[in-house]
């Protein structure tokens, strides 16, 4: 069974604005980590945040996690067309075997 | 640095026919594993291995056989293909410590059984 749970499942956005999306799970992990996924591609890695972290940076992206809820959240700041994919959570819990949601579609209007 | 390489991008099969979906990888990581997604559903992960000689099931192993004779190779087999088995497949390789399993994914097999 899917261990994490995306929120919303489909978010459309004006160019510019933020855009942020939730993950839900269920068991206790090592890390959190969320992935791109451009239209008919490979999933591609973004960023991780290890289970004693609740918060992280990297460029204009920012993950928070709370474990008491066992809930992450993304945010990507300014967004552009080229933000425009499928974005993925994924938790490792201890077993090396990363367990995905089911994404969230963004949609970066010009 | 090729990463990991899927080969065929497309195929398609009729009912009951067998095929070997290839994936290679050139990072020297010991871990690999093979996932499907469908629509709506995310990644399912199929079959795993954490070394070469070593392999396991995932979620949704049944129709499928794995090896791992090298670090680099980490083939999947579809044993008699059924429709069921249409779907995007993803082969992903990661280097996993205590800490740090970023996966490196290829750019999918497109399977559709007919």
């Known amino acids: 069974s899917q261990q994490g749970e995306e929120d919303p499942q489909a978010l459309s956005i004006q160019e510019g604005e933020n855009a942020t999306m939730n993950c839900s799970y269920k068991?206790?992990?090592?890390?959190l980590q969320w992935y791109r996924q451009n239209s008919g591609r490979g999933l591609v890695h973004l960023i991780l945040?290890?289970?004693?972290?609740r918060e992280k940076h990297s460029g204009r992206l920012r993950v928070t996690l709370d474990t008491s809820k066992k809930s992450s959240s993304l945010l990507i700041t300014a967004s552009r067309a080229a933000d425009t994919a499928s974005y993925f959570c994924?938790?490792?819990?201890?077993?090396?075997?990363?367990?995905f949601g089911a994404g969230t579609t963004v949609t970066v209007r010009a | 640095n090729a990463g990991v390489t899927q080969t065929p991008k497309f195929q398609v099969l009729k009912t009951g026919q067998s095929m070997t979906l290839q994936c290679a990888q050139d990072m020297n990581h010991e871990y690999m594993s093979w996932y499907r997604q469908d629509p709506g559903m995310g990644l399912r992960l199929i079959h795993y291995?954490?070394?070469?000689?070593?392999?396991d099931q995932g979620e949704v192993p049944n129709g499928y056989n794995v090896s791992r004779s090298t670090t680099e190779d980490f083939p999947l087999r579809l044993l008699s293909a059924a429709p069921s088995q249409t779907s995007v497949y993803f082969c992903?390789?990661?280097?996993?410590?205590?800490?740090?399993?970023?996966?490196?994914f290829g750019q999918g097999t497109r399977l559709t059984v007919v």
């Open positions: 994924a938790t490792d819990s201890n077993d090396y075997k990363l367990s």
């Open positions: 291995s954490v070394g070469a000689g070593i392999t």
């Open positions: 945040i290890r289970s004693n972290e």
């Open positions: 992903a390789s990661s280097d996993p410590g205590r800490w740090n399993t970023e996966a490196f």
């Open positions: 068991t206790s992990i090592n890390n």
